[in-house]
């Protein structure tokens, strides 16, 4: 009997199942150093232990994007090591911070399962759920994917089952931290003097710091997830594949879309919700991220603390803000992605 795990294909999966993932994960403050260092994040809630202290948090959340990676990551070899594509996220719900010394765990049920056309591939959906050492639930998400199939054509008597995933989550089900002393958040701190009442709803912004992606960086972010999806690492295999070189880990890009986004957005502090994401192209080594920002919705939900609903767009190689139809992406878009954000309300 064969001792290596080749992991699983379309034909594997059915509806309904349930899936542990294995090998649990303890974060660590080396982890904190490696995904500050691969994507230059200077939100100070994730990295002063005195301001998170000063606000509220008896110890420095992790950053919500490295919690998100984190979980992801314990799915990928019951879910990704075959798949060609991640296609996209929904109702992403971040349900109680993650700290250095938590211990995540992961758990997936299938919820859909659909042919594509071309008989070569199919999609699988899934929702994840990540808790912590406690049993408690950090966060939890839906995501689809796109899996090679073992054997070529369509399988007779399969039904494909799409299922409704949710479009955005709702601002009843945020997770608000306990605890909070916003009136402390200090723009000082921050090094920046917008908040709340200072932006508008429609309002775009350029987040102008264009970062070039190096083959190390983002295959030293991947494993730092315990991604070990062969797309990502194995050149040997993928330079006769779909686009003759390893693709980038679309979640990376997510991270650096979030650490630009700080040059305009510092003072949100935390993300309460992803409502939808799509990786609309591929993104490759050497090519360079610009990230802008559309403020979609404001809500003000107590005396000192409001959310805002933002749509950002990640491109590659192209700093030229724009924000198209949803159907109508340019190449140079690799990530769309609608999210909702904490952000202090300041008296004037």
Request: hydrophobic letters at 35%.
């Amino acid at each position: 009997m064969s001792k290596n795990f080749k992991s699983r294909y379309f034909e594997d999966y059915s509806l309904n199942e349930e899936i542990k993932h294995s090998v649990p994960r303890t974060i660590t403050e080396g982890d904190i150093s490696i995904y500050l260092s691969t994507t230059g994040s200077r939100f100070p809630l994730n990295y002063s232990a005195i301001f998170s202290k000063d606000v509220g948090f008896n110890k420095t959340p992790v950053d919500d994007i490295l919690s998100f990676h984190l979980v992801f990551g314990r799915t990928v070899p019951d879910l990704s090591l075959n798949a060609i594509a991640n296609l996209g996220y929904a109702g992403v719900i971040f349900n109680k911070p993650a700290y250095v010394g938590d211990t995540l765990t992961a758990s997936s049920k299938v919820i859909g399962l659909k042919e594509n056309s071309n008989g070569k591939t199919g999609t699988v959906y899934v929702k994840s759920i990540g808790k912590n050492q406690n049993g408690e639930i950090v966060l939890t998400y839906f995501r689809w994917l796109m899996m090679r199939k073992k054997k070529e054509g369509m399988i007779k008597s399969f039904k494909s089952f799409v299922p409704d995933l949710p479009t955005k989550v709702e601002t009843s089900d945020f997770m608000i931290p306990k605890n909070l002393k916003l009136e402390n958040w200090s723009s000082d701190v921050s090094g920046s003097p917008f908040f709340f009442d200072d932006y508008k709803e429609g309002e775009e912004i350029h987040h102008l710091d264009g970062q070039t992606i190096e083959e190390a960086e983002h295959q030293l972010a991947t494993r730092l997830y315990q991604n070990n999806a062969r797309v990502h690492f194995n050149n040997h295999i993928e330079k006769d594949g779909r686009f003759g070189k390893r693709i980038i880990y679309g979640g990376y890009i997510i991270s650096l879309a979030r650490a630009i986004s700080c040059n305009g957005l510092a003072n949100t502090f935390k993300i309460a919700a992803i409502h939808s994401g799509k990786h609309s192209s591929p993104t490759f080594s050497g090519d360079t991220i610009y990230v802008w920002s559309k403020i979609i919705k404001k809500e003000k939900l107590t005396n000192n603390l409001g959310t805002m609903m933002i749509r950002t767009l990640a491109s590659k190689n192209n700093s030229e803000m724009v924000f198209p139809d949803k159907k109508n992406l340019k190449e140079n878009i690799v990530l769309d992605i609608e999210y909702s954000v904490l952000i202090p309300v300041k008296e004037k």
